[in-house]
T-cell receptor, first 111, second 110 residues
């Protein structure tokens, strides 16, 4: 069974641009959540989707948004990028036993 | 506000030593406590604990949860250099949100 798949793995963007990150959960998992990891703040929850609906949202500005498709794949978008958005963005999917598995992450550098 | 606190923040031991990592939590509508190991990549799942007093074991690693005192410990016996990593503890609420601690950085020297 394939794990959580995230694309792209690495990307560099310029301040003011926007970025879209993609995540395919483990087959059969319907819940997808996103986390931001930085050296200063650690791992912080962004949002969670289940059956195409956002169920929970962390304390991030509106520039951070996401969505989930009918096949459970999810995307997150960050608009008007700032230097502080440089981070590892992790996607996770949850099984019916509520165990959460992470993808390899997308490393975003904003210059 | 929900929070998870891990201690110590960093630890240096020698191969063969036993280590105990601590995690205390305050999570609204708490559902479970999860431990992850993170090397230079995404966190990998170690344990999920939902019931007090029941130890979970996987090889040299074990963990237990105390829901009365709101803490968990992760034990690693006979440490090896491959155990060097950041160990993350996270509390899960019934909304599915994970609240992570700062992590404990473990370095195992040969």
């Amino acid at each position: 069974k394939a794990g959580v798949t995230q694309t792209p793995r690495y990307l560099i963007k310029t301040r003011g641009q926007q970025v879209t990150l993609s995540c395919s959960p483990i087959s059969g998992h319907r819940s997808v959540s996103w986390y931001q990891q930085t050296p200063g703040q650690g791992l912080q929850f962004l949002f969670e989707y289940f059956s195409e609906t956002q169920r929970n949202k962390g304390n991030f500005p509106g520039r951070f948004s996401g969505r989930q498709f009918s096949n459970s794949r999810s995307e997150m978008n960050v608009s008007t990028l700032e230097l502080g958005d440089s981070a590892l963005y992790l996607c996770a999917s949850r099984d019916t036993g509520n165990t959460i598995y992470f993808g390899e992450g997308s490393w975003l550098t904003v210059v | 506000e929900d929070k998870v606190v891990q201690s110590p923040l960093s630890l240096v031991v020698h191969e063969g030593d036993t280590v105990t990592l601590n995690c205390s939590y305050e999570v609204t509508n708490f559902r479970s406590l999860l431990w992850y190991k993170q090397e230079k990549k995404a966190p990998t799942f170690l344990f999920m604990l939902t019931s007090s007093g029941i130890e979970k074991k996987s090889g040299r690693l074990s963990s237990i949860l105390d829901k009365k005192e709101l803490f968990s410990i992760l034990n690693i016996t006979a440490t090896q250099t491959g155990d060097s990593a950041i160990y993350l503890c996270a509390g899960s609420s019934n909304t599915g949100k994970l609240i992570f601690g700062q992590g404990t950085t473990l370095q195992v020297k040969p």
